[in-house]
Nanobody, 124 residues
Framework: QVQLVESGGGLVQAGGSLRLSCAAS????????MGWFRQTPGKERVFVAA????????YYADSVKGRFTISRDNAKNTVYLQMNSLEPEDTAVYYC?????????????????WGQGTQVTVSS
């Protein structure tokens, strides 16, 4: 049973930083892609960043390029999302997701496994 558990969300002022973690368990993820998505009330879940576990290749939404960094720790089976220079527009529930094979940005429903989400609130 695959489990993804996010942590690290919270309240931060604009310009600040947060690091989200996604602890993955239940199988070997070397052939998986791990993604971060975010969702605001009444809107669809949108792609933020992703990493292909085996190669470490990374992908970012234009809105977060240069500010967010996705990485993974093989020993801990954990994926991170370092978020710097946060803006109020980054306020959302952030979800970790996993799918077999290479990274796909959209649609989000192609990702097979999802965490419970963690709230990120950026105040102005």
């Amino acid at each position: 049973q695959v489990q993804l558990v996010e942590s690290g969300g919270g309240l931060v002022q604009a310009g600040g930083s947060l690091r989200l973690s996604c602890a993955a368990s239940g199988r070997t993820f070397s052939s998986y892609s791990m993604g971060w998505f975010r969702q605001t009330p009444g809107k669809e879940r949108v792609f933020v960043a992703a990493i292909y576990w085996s190669s470490g290749s990374t992908y970012y939404a234009d809105s977060v390029k240069g500010r967010f960094t996705i990485s993974r720790d093989n020993a801990k089976n954990t994926v991170y999302l370092q978020m710097n220079s946060l803006e109020p527009e980054d306020t959302a529930v952030y979800y970790c997701a996993a799918k077999r094979g290479v990274v796909v940005v959209s649609p989000s429903k192609i990702y097979e496994y999802w965490g419970q989400g963690t709230q990120v609130t950026v105040s102005s």
